[in-house]
């Protein structure tokens, strides 16, 4: 959006001429158009209300994009916002200087700000991409990239607001009131249109990179025409030709640009998966990567860049967070995640299980785990089983509708807790619900992420699930930390009864017991929905 700036209160009129002609300054020519001053006055507005819309649009697809790729929403954002927002006041006060140009440096200022923008989502994936495991001094490189464009584009925004002003105040002098009043409700306006656009036409029907280069080419368009139209006059012949070319060659390169776009991400992918790649989709939630999975390949399942599940070692990961959980009643069994059908898969291992119920966030994933040959003959074809309903849901808001006392047990196979958009399944209130729907003698496990590289977390989930009247048995497998909880407290073994998993048995749970129990940190307060505590 266009930071605000007021004008300087209106001088009395001088004789017409060209800029800075007979000694009087631009804001005090009235510039001659090809149109009435009430057609160019709107024009210009509509310039503005187009202008607006596409820098939010960057704004947003930076922190989208960002968000994707490195995480952690709530920082991706305030990074983006407050560096832009710092750098529209510098790029409004270093506007002043081309205030004698307005109209061509309004031009060159949106021909620069089509092509930043525009490229800016391809740039950040493509070094995302390449240099992301380079490690060294280019560990960092997406976020001083992810920097360097939000201070790009701020600047240029910025610098749009003391040349507009100057344009408009040139078409026809009035009160500054009326002229700021004028403006802003067109950028305004335009911000919301920009604003609901992206999540609900670009990202849905474009992409991500079509959708941000169709935008920049939509500033070029206007910003160009609006500049070489309705204030021709205003340029010399020379600045008129060199602004005809800048746009020209900008359009060139996001027209080039656009039609490379699906060579540009087969091309990426395989930079960041390998040449494996089999399905890669964008859902309404998240960027899917499935690769191998055939004539004897491993399959890994990638969500947003990180790896979900891999066929080498989801087995130990799957058995460690459910069966402890099954031991003891477990008819009743409700998976909350798991959409990739793993979690189900051994759940219904156990053949006394009556119904189990999952709730997945993303369609997306569940169809893939349901049609993809790979993917469903990994989980046996677990979601199709007659026992198995799938919602896709927010699991919070699920438990917030679910019957009391309805499950034996609750498995939580849900992204790591330090993901921003997963903090609130890892919340008291989170566990407050879920100890709603258990049943009297129900258990609860939680898989909690790493616990040897994140141990401040792991012991923060189990505070937190205490938190929520549970009693808890921690326990780690390799890397990974889950948390056993029940009413009272539950010991941790597996169902003499049921199945004999293939890489657990009751001496390695005890082991990881032991081992989770060297890593604790005491005396850590539980996490809220009000006061998240886990860091990245």
């Keep these: 959006m266009i930071e605000p700036q007021a004008p300087a209160p209106p001088r009395p009129a001088q004789p017409r001429g060209r800029p800075g002609g007979n000694g009087g300054s631009p804001s005090d020519s009235m510039l001659k158009l090809p149109v009435r001053q009430g057609t160019g006055r709107f024009l210009v507005l509509a310039g503005v209300f187009v202008c607006a819309a596409c820098g939010l649009v960057y704004e947003l697809e930076l922190v989208a994009l960002a968000s994707y790729l490195m995480g952690d929403s709530v920082t991706q954002a305030s990074v983006v916002l407050s560096v ?3 750098a529209m006041g510098i790029g409004s006060l270093a506007a002043k200087r081309l205030r004698r140009h307005a109209a061509a440096g309004f031009g060159a200022v949106e021909a620069a700000l089509a092509l930043v923008g525009g490229c800016s989502a391809m740039a950040l994936y493509a070094v995302f991409a390449w240099t992301g495991s380079w490690g060294g001094p280019w560990a960092h490189g997406p976020h001083v990239l992810l920097v360097a464009f939000s201070l790009a584009v701020g600047l240029l925004i910025g610098a749009e607001v ?5 344009l408009i105040q040139r078409i026809r002098r009035q009160d500054a009131g009326g002229a700021v009043a004028d403006l802003f409700a067109a950028d305004y306006v335009g911000a919301l249109v920009g604003g609901l656009a992206f999540p609900f036409l670009l990202l849905p029907f474009l992409g991500q990179l079509t959708g941000t280069l169709i935008t920049g080419a ?12 309705l204030f021709r006059q205003d340029l010399t012949r020379r600045a008129r030709r060199l602004l005809l070319i800048a746009n020209l060659c900008v359009l060139a390169v996001l027209a080039s640009a656009v039609l490379l776009v699906d060579d540009f991400e087969r091309a990426a992918r395989h930079a960041m998966y390998g040449s494996d ?13 499935l690769t191998g999975g055939l004539d004897g390949r491993p399959l890994d399942l990638f969500l947003d860049g990180r790896l979900r599940t891999g066929s080498r070692d989801e087995l130990r990961y799957h058995e460690a ?14 998976v909350l995640g798991g959409g990739d059908g793993l979690a189900a898969r051994e759940v219904l291992r156990h053949r006394d299980v009556r119904r189990v119920d999952v709730v997945a966030l993303d369609a997306g994933v569940v169809r893939l785990a349901r049609r993809d040959p ?12 007659p ?4 919602s896709t849901a927010d699991a919070f808001a699920w438990l917030r509708r679910a019957s009391p006392a309805a499950y034996d047990a609750v498995v939580c196979d849900l992204p790591r807790p330090e993901a921003t958009e997963s903090t609130k399944l890892y919340s008291q209130e989170f566990y407050g619900l879920a100890r709603r729907v258990l ?17 401040r977390t792991f012991w923060t989930v189990e505070s937190t699930v205490r938190s929520a009247g549970f009693r808890t048995s921690p326990y780690s497998r390799g890397d990974q930390g889950f948390v056993l909880a029940a009413r009272t407290v539950p010991e941790l073994r597996l169902d003499p009864s049921g199945p004999r998993p293939r890489t657990l048995t009751d001496g390695s749970l005890a082991a990881g017991a032991r081992s989770a129990a060297r890593t604790r940190v005491p005396g850590l307060p539980p996490s809220t929905l009000l006061h998240p505590r886990y860091a990245r």
């Design 387 to 390: 026992r198995v309903r799938v």
């Design 439 to 455: 049943a009297p003698g129900g258990r609860l496990v939680v898989h909690t992420g790493s616990v040897v590289s994140r141990p």
């Design 218 to 229: 939509v500033n070029t368009v206007v910003g160009g025409a609006l500049v070489l139209g």
């Design 162 to 166: 003391p040349l507009l002003m100057e």
């Design 84 to 86: 832009m927002v710092f």
């Design 374 to 385: 790979a993917l469903s003959a990994l989980n046996d074809h677990a979601l199709d089983d």
């Design 277 to 289: 790649v089999r399905v890669a989709l964008q859902t309404d939630v998240q960027e899917v990567v």
């Design 321 to 334: 967070l459910t069966h402890p959980a099954m031991t003891g009643p477990h008819a009743r069994v409700l």
